[in-house]
């Protein structure tokens, strides 16, 4: 009897649309089931009505930063600690580590090739590969 494979769902969060976009095609070829949205307030909206396996992030939005929006995601479901990504072209200091640390959300500096996010993502749902995707 063969076990069906689950997808990882992925929440991808960027108010960048060329990114969200490409990020969206990028990862729906590796795999997962994404959603992709262009404001935090928009992934909150979509964390109460689906569950998903991990979020990604950007740090720099204009409405809501990246880290207020994992302190109101945790807040809304604890279960996604660890479960979330934060990417940014500037996780090197002392304010992001410290909430890396506190949170225990995964960091991944941009610019990143998908290949780097998939093993990230994958990890970080606890179905980590030894091979990029």
Known sequence: MQT???????????????VL??????????????T????AEAALAAVASERFDVVITDHNMPTMTGAELIER???QDPALR???????GDL???????????????G??????????????KAAAGKAAL???
């Open 108 to 121: 991944l500096q941009k610019p990143f090739q998908v290949a780097e996010l998939a093993l990230m993502v």
């Open 4 to 18: 069906a494979i689950t997808q990882i769902s992925v929440l991808f969060v960027d108010d960048d649309g060329m």
């Open 131 to 133: 091979t990029p995707a």
């Open 82 to 88: 660890g479960r979330i990504i934060l990417t940014s």
């Open 36 to 39: 992709a949205v262009e404001s």
């Open 92 to 106: 090197c200091n002392d304010k992001t580590e410290a909430l890396l640390t506190r949170t225990g959300c995964r």
């Open 21 to 34: 976009r490409t990020m969206d095609r990028c990862l729906t070829k590796v795999g997962f089931k994404v």
């Open 73 to 75: 995601l945790l807040s």
